[in-house]
């Protein structure tokens, strides 16, 4: 499989729990808001039953986990990165080098992807920025099931 660009939306942790959980793999065109709405579905759809998802469902102002975006890192802005939850809270973010390979022995799906940079400001002026972190290589190694199986429970 080639490499793409792609939204990558995992399920993490403040603990030391184990490896992310992989919940959706959606095109890196989609803008940040379509991706945070999706983001706030799951995390209603992972925390809450039936009667508050309805309740919710014509009241999103009123959303306890309303998705963050753009994140603020090194106080500048960065786009294409969203956190929605509180532990465990789903992070989505446009990776690249998006590879998705199957390991048949182990019956393991190898996903492995680029994390995005990290910027900051040059100066106090904050008008330029640079890389100050190149985004790490990652790989999460998962059963070869359905992403529905990746839930935010622990």
């Known amino acids: 499989m080639s490499t793409m660009n792609a ?9 030391n729990e184990p490896a992310e959980k992989l919940v959706a793999i959606l095109p890196a065109r989609r803008s940040d808001r ?21 309740y919710y469902l014509h009241r999103r102002k009123q959303i306890v986990y309303k ?9 500048v802005p960065h786009g ?13 973010r446009v990776v690249r080098e998006l590879k998705v390979d199957v390991d048949h022995e182990a019956n393991e799906e190898v996903v492995s992807w680029r994390e995005p940079d ?8 904050q008008v ?14 998962r059963p070869n099931r359905p992403l529905s199986k990746d839930t935010a429970t622990r």
Request: glycine letters at 6%; one cysteine or more; a negative charge.
């Open 7 to 15: 939204w990558l939306l995992t399920w993490a942790h403040a603990s």
């Open 34 to 54: 379509s991706v945070a709405e999706l983001m706030e579905l799951f995390v209603l759809r992972a925390t809450t039953g039936a009667a508050s998802a309805a």
């Open 67 to 75: 998705a963050q975006t753009p994140l603020v890192i090194n106080r």
């Open 80 to 92: 294409n990165r969203i956190l929605c939850g509180h532990d465990p809270w789903l992070y989505g």
């Open 118 to 125: 990290d910027f900051e400001f040059e100066d106090d002026s």
């Open 128 to 141: 330029l920025i640079h890389v100050a972190k190149l985004g790490r290589h990652a790989t999460l190694r």
